[in-house]
């Protein structure tokens, strides 16, 4: 099954970059945590990005984008609700997950968004990205090589969220949190369609 983009944008982000990863380190420790945010940590803020995945997950599967509210934006929700009308119900299961079938997950991007015109006002984005397996625990159990892994090709599924939360200085810490600004999915089957769609563009 190829799956559906809710959101345009942006490239599938698979892998973390060295560089971005020790700019996100300097970005975290020496500008959020002294100037915005003293008990900002990335890798608690990783977990708590975690659970809020399986969340959004789970209510694709489930056809419920309304009950979202608050851990998404107004354009991430409407953009969910317009693509679970082209999904059967299941479809949809493709997206539910467990926290076990999650075999790697990292902050891709730390980017701070200053406004030009206003120098108080600020936000800090958060690029996750998730690879996940379906029963990925059972599998680890088994003795399984790389056309075991093949077989079970469909049960791959792929996310890249960006987290968003702002720091202006007239905002007090109770008043914001991390919501999602984007989302997206794909797995194996969608990644080769769109690197075949952008061969033939280049080549047309």
Same mark, same amino acid.
């Given at each position: 099954? $190829?799956?559906?983009?809710?959101?345009? @944008?942006?490239? &599938?982000?698979?892998?973390? /970059?060295?560089?971005?990863? $020790?700019?996100?380190?300097?970005?975290?420790?020496?500008?959020?945590?002294? =100037?915005?945010?003293? /008990? %900002?940590?990335?890798?608690?803020?990783?977990? @708590? #990005?975690?659970? #809020?995945?399986?969340?959004?997950?789970?209510?694709? #599967?489930?056809?419920? #984008?309304? /009950?979202?509210? @608050?851990?998404?934006?107004?354009?991430?929700?409407?953009?969910?609700?317009?693509?679970?009308?082209?999904?059967?119900?299941?479809? !949809?299961?493709?997206?539910?997950?467990?926290?076990?079938?999650?075999?790697?997950?990292?902050?891709?991007?730390? @980017?701070?968004?200053?406004?030009?015109?206003?120098?108080?006002?600020?936000?800090?984005?958060?690029?996750? $990205?998730?690879?996940?397996?379906?029963?990925?625990?059972?599998?680890?159990?088994?003795?399984?090589?790389?056309?075991?892994?093949?077989?079970?090709?469909?049960?791959?599924?792929?996310? &890249?969220?960006?987290?968003? !939360?702002? %720091?202006?200085?007239?905002?007090?810490?109770?008043?914001?949190?991390?919501?999602? &600004?984007?989302? =997206?999915?794909?797995?194996?089957?969608?990644?080769?369609?769109?690197?075949?769609?952008?061969?033939?563009?280049?080549?047309?």
């Amino acid at each position: 099954m $190829v799956l559906p983009r809710f959101m345009p @944008g942006h490239h &599938n982000i698979l892998w973390p /970059s060295f560089f971005k990863g $020790v700019r996100n380190w300097i970005q975290a420790n020496f500008i959020v945590r002294p =100037n915005f945010d003293r /008990s %900002f940590d990335i890798d608690e803020f990783t977990k @708590g #990005a975690r659970q #809020a995945f399986l969340t959004v997950c789970d209510r694709v #599967a489930d056809g419920d #984008a309304n /009950s979202m509210k @608050g851990l998404v934006t107004d354009e991430v929700l409407d953009a969910v609700e317009k693509g679970l009308k082209n999904l059967s119900t299941a479809d !949809r299961e493709t997206f539910r997950r467990k926290d076990t079938d999650i075999y790697l997950t990292f902050p891709y991007q730390l @980017g701070i968004i200053m406004d030009d015109d206003d120098a108080n006002k600020r936000w800090v984005e958060i690029m996750m $990205v998730y690879h996940t397996l379906k029963n990925f625990e059972d599998l680890q159990k088994q003795n399984v090589n790389a056309q075991d892994l093949q077989k079970v090709s469909d049960r791959f599924l792929f996310a &890249n969220f960006r987290f968003s !939360r702002n %720091f202006s200085k007239d905002v007090s810490p109770d008043q914001s949190d991390w919501t999602i &600004n984007y989302i =997206n999915f794909f797995n194996p089957e969608s990644e080769r369609a769109e690197l075949d769609a952008e061969k033939k563009s280049q080549n047309s």
